[in-house]
Every structure is written in C-alpha cells, then in structure tokens.
C-alpha cells in the first residue's frame, strides 16, 4: 500500500489545487434517493468530489483515502464548497469499516474485491450503495492496466444478490468503459 499510496500522492501533487471536479453523473442522477438523512461513506474518496457533493445532499460525510495529498485536495473542496467533511487516511487493504453504519456508501474508480463482503455491511439496512468503476473494455484502451482492477460482466450483480438493484449497467456486452450499479439493502425482516 505504501509504494501505492506515494505514486497517488505524487499524481495529486501535480493537480492544480484550485481545480473544481464535478461529481460523477451517477451520483447526479440519483439525486433523488440522496435524501441527506445520516451518514454517507465516500471509499477512495481521492479529491472529493464525490464526497462533497454527499456533504451537500445534507449527510453527514465521511471520506477515506489513502492519499494523504487526495485527502488534502479533498478538504480544500469541501471548504470551497463550504460544507463539512470528515475525512481519514487508511489503508483500505487492513481497515475495518464499521458495520452497518452507513444509509450511502460510494464508491468511484476503485476496485478491491476483499473488500466487497466488508463494503456490503457497511450499508444500514435501507440503505444504498453506488459502486463505479472501470470494466473489461478498459483494458483495450489502456494497455498496461492490471486486468484485477476491472470489473467483469455482472460481477456487481453477484456481489449484491439479494440486495434492491435500482439501476445497473453491468452488462456482457458493455457500451462504456466501467460498469455501475445503484442497489438498496433490504431491510431485516
Ligand atoms: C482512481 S482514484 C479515484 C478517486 C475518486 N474515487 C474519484 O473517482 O475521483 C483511486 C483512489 O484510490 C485510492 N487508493 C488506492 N488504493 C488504496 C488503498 N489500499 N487504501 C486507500 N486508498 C487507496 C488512491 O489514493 C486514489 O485516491
């Protein structure tokens, strides 16, 4: 992690500190589902769009990265914005995520797969995640990417069995370059 976390910090370093990312359109169109109450979990928050646009729906937002420069540039959106965030530097590798604590968990351009069983009791029953990252057909236009850290057709639909799909483009065939889902835990009955 460590040799990984020193090539992110250095790729945020060279970033214009003033730039001004917007969230990612999925999370835009599910605006609706955002509806602010409690908390919202940004994993691999990098530079915080993403998180302050939770900050903004009205959770109370949380950001882990293990970029000490992402989360830097991270806090500086959310003070632009002028929104609160709280925000970590962890290894996601070895960090315990707290069960069940979470009404939205997130989760952009960002793919460990031991990670999944811990993501997925991170979400209160109710809750929701959203889960974007890059799919097979990445690999073709980026040679030298690690084929691990790509999605594979309906690989988040298995991971979520069980769990509400509100929308998925998770498909065989797919028509972009990463794949995504937005899916609700059912509540325990
Ligand atoms: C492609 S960036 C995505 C950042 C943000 N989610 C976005 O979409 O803009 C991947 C992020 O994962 C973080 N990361 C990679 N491996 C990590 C690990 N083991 N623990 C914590 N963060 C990690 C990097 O520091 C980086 O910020």
Do not use: K
């Not at 959106?77 to 530097?89: C, N, T």
């Not at 939205?104 to 209160?124: I, K, M, N, Q």
Request: charged residues 30%; positive net charge; hydrophobic residues 45%.
């Amino acid at each position: 992690m460590r040799a990984d976390s020193e090539r992110w910090d250095a790729r945020y370093r060279e970033r214009d500190p003033d730039r001004v990312d917007c969230p990612d359109p999925l999370l835009v169109a599910h605006r609706g589902l955002l509806d602010g109450h409690g908390r919202a979990l940004d994993v691999a928050c990098g530079a915080g769009a993403n998180l302050v646009e939770l900050a903004r729906r009205g959770y109370e937002a949380f950001g882990l990265d293990g970029s000490i420069e992402g989360l830097r540039l991270a806090r500086r959106a959310a003070d632009r914005a002028g929104v609160s965030v709280s925000l970590a530097a962890v290894d996601l590798d070895r960090f315990a995520l707290p069960r069940g604590w979470f009404q939205v968990v997130t989760v952009f351009r960002y793919l460990s797969r031991g990670l999944v069983p811990a993501l997925r009791d991170a979400v209160a029953p109710g809750g929701v995640l959203v889960y974007r990252t890059f799919n097979v057909r990445h690999l073709a236009r980026r040679s030298g990417f690690a084929p691990h850290f790509v999605l594979q057709p309906g690989e988040l639909r298995r991971w979520l069995e069980g769990w509400e799909t509100i929308a998925v483009d998770d498909e065989a065939e797919p028509a972009g370059y990463d794949s995504w889902i937005v899916a609700r835990r059912l509540r325990d009955r």
